[in-house]
Structures are given as structure tokens and as C-alpha cells.
């Protein structure tokens, strides 16, 4: 959740130029020279800096749902292993040890390019075959 801090942070610097914008309109007034265009710049400073206010607590908002009814880490793991019951964990001795794996690879394209998950497949079968004795 670094990018709370970070939306925290923009949020400052849009304050910052909020009170910039207010600074030069109060001496816009004071001005005899340039009165027009002082007032019109520090009139877009101010909008702006609303603008960018409205539109960076939206997109903070959104981060911030999408990463509460998203699960990361070890959130969600209680449903999954109720769904699993126990099996796919990757525990040796258990049954299905390689299903989290299989899952995984099902819905990575890159899981399935990559040599040392291969291996480790075929390593599984061949531990899960069951070996002939002469």
C-alpha cells in the first residue's frame, strides 16, 4: 500500500500550488501593472490546481478499493484452502501436491515457457508414477 503515500504526497503539492495560485491573485490585485494577465494566470493555477485534486482523489479512491477487494499475499487463503480442501498446498505427502502449481500455470503463459518450472513437472510425475521393480 506504498501508493497511499504516494497520493498523499501529490495531494500536498497540489495544496502547495492551490496557495500559489491564491498568492499571486492576491498580488495580482495589489499590481498596477500586468493586472489582466497576473488575475488570468492565477485564476488557471487555481482551476487547475482543483482539477488535479478532483482527478488525483479519484484515481485514489479506485487504488485504494481495488487493493481493499483484491487478494494479495496471504488474504484469501482461507477460502481457497476451504475450496482445496487442504490439497494443493504443495506439501509433500499430500494429495494433489502440485495443484497450486498446475493453477498457476494455467493461468501464467509465462509459468509455462520457463525451464525450472518444467523441471520441477516432470520431476512431480515422475515421483507420482508409480516405479517398476524387476
Known sequence: ????????????LELITLGVGAALLMKAHKEECCRKFLKAISYFIIVFSFLTMICSAYHGIRLVCEYKHKPHGMMGMPEMM?????????MPGMEGGMGMMKEMMKECPMMKDCPMMKKMMEEHKAEAAPSEVK
Open 1 to 12: 500500500m506504498f501508493f497511499i503515500f504516494k497520493i498523499h504526497a501529490l495531494f500536498m
Open 82 to 90: 476451504e475450496g482445496m480442501g487442504m490439497r494443493g498446498m504443495g
